[in-house]
């Protein structure tokens, strides 16, 4: 009988493990080797289970995670259909994984199977599927994306007697085989199962997809620039506040204000009171109408604020689905030449935002980012990438911000989006290459997202009096289904 774990067991250990630091750049595989061996057999649990319950794991239909000990080299079992289909075995190294290492976990787990069957009820339908936190060496990759062919080679050099025989001498678990490894049997088994592997780029890609997961596992911090240029944003959190539109009916609104006589009509700038008498603002003169202004002021500034997230959020995406997946996994682009991509995107958007902050001529003194053409964007920001990255390549790390494991992190950021490059001049070379590739699509991210903030936001409140407007509570009930379509 299986000794699985239940949902409710998962929860609690997975909410109570170390949370490694995690600089959510689009460039850094996830610090996967800083995860206990628990943790880490807990977040691929998780991640296979979303995936299945998305429907993008077929054939699998459920998956079950075994205990903590006496797995018999399996850390969770995949089913089809309540049938065993396939096993997954998790090994957190922070080195990469040996071609006889991988070969000895594989035969580990097919003696298992030798001594209870139910754990491979079909070899001719059965796949092992290895997850490692780091990477495999290259004859390990090798071996698993030719396995019929390469498996063979291990078998006629006598590898898988040697294999067989180690771990029978090692484990106490096959003793009964000290006199007679079963050789056959497992070479056999072999040739039937199907092996895969997942290593930490392929598990990175796939978290960063389910939020939940990554957010539970990482103490996750986003970075927009190498050099921290938050200060746009942090400027305009600080600005007086800005209108958002949700105007969904001119008409509407023109019925409404449009009969209003001129002293019932009170402008205050920023914010227009319809239907309130100048007599009721004399009352209200003093702390009273500070108090309602500083509420007005606090609603504009929540609004700006969450529209800076959710453009960061956009950009986030974007970056992730259209430059990380489609020109970097495939090597189309060098690690270094992403980097370029959040602030630009960042810096040509914000303006979107900024330009309702302050009047235009406070824009163009205190942004002038807003004005620059997008040749001179990119420039500016490649000076800051460039002078960063010579800093750090004459050991200087004065300017990382943050406590020593945050530091730290932003090391192994420059060393993964500095392969290969020794100098200034190559980092130069390699980017004025890649965005000739990069640009376009930039330029259409940069389309894509505008549509979603428009630059003339505005708030109408009303009163009660919409709820006997049949038509405006059949909106009401639409516009919130739809929200909640998410």
Known sequence: ??????????????????????????????????????????????????????????????????????????????????????????????????????????????????????????????????????????????????????????????????????????YESFSAYRNHPPVKNVVELLKRIRVSYCTSTDLTTRIHHQKNILNNFFRVQKVISLEGADTLIRTAMDDYGVRFLTDDDLKALQTRIGSIPKEYRIKLGMVDFFGFNLDFFRYLNGAKLQELL????????????????????????????????????????????????????FKRLAHKIITRTMPERLVAKYH??????????????????????????????????????????????????????????????VLHRDMKVIMPTLEQIELDISKKIWTGRTVVIKDAGFLDDETQVINMVDTIREIEKG
């Open 294 to 345: 500083d509420a007005i002021v606090s609603i504009t500034k929540v609004l700006d604020k969450e529209l800076f997230n959710f453009l960061i959020s956009e950009i986030d995406k974007y970056v992730l689905e259209r430059i990380t997946l489609k020109l970097l996994s495939k090597g189309i682009i060098h690690p270094f030449s992403v980097g370029i991509a959040t602030p630009y995107l």
């Open 1 to 170: 009988m299986y000794r699985t774990v239940s949902d409710a067991q998962v929860e609690k250990e997975a909410s109570s493990g170390y949370k490694p630091p995690a600089i959510e750049s689009g460039v850094m595989n996830l610090p996967l080797s800083e995860l206990g061996d628990r943790e880490f057999e807990l977040l691929v649990y998780l991640l296979i289970k979303a995936e299945i319950e998305a429907g993008s794991q077929l054939p699998f239909t459920s998956i079950s995670l075994m205990q903590a000990v006496g797995e018999r080299g399996r850390d969770c079992v995949l089913y089809s259909n309540e049938a065993v289909a396939a096993v997954v075995q998790c090994k957190k190294y922070a080195n990469r994984l040996s071609r006889p290492q991988v070969l000895k976990e594989l035969i580990k787990f097919l003696l298992f199977s030798t001594l209870d069957q139910s754990i491979l009820p079909d070899p001719n339908n059965f796949e092992y599927k290895l997850y490692v936190s780091n990477d495999l060496s290259e004859p390990a990759i090798t071996l698993i994306n030719s396995y019929t062919s390469e498996i063979q080679k291990d078998i006629s050099s006598n590898n898988i007697f040697k294999y067989v025989s180690d771990l029978v001498a090692e």
């Open 368 to 429: 002038p980012e807003s004005k620059m053409t997008k040749e001179e964007l990119v420039t500016e920001i490649s000076e800051v990438l460039f002078e960063s990255s010579s800093r750090v390549m004459a050991g200087d790390y004065s300017h990382l911000v943050g406590n020593e494991d945050e530091v730290e992190l932003k090391l192994r950021l420059y060393e993964h989006m500095h392969r290969d490059l020794t100098t200034i001049e190559d980092a130069k070379a």
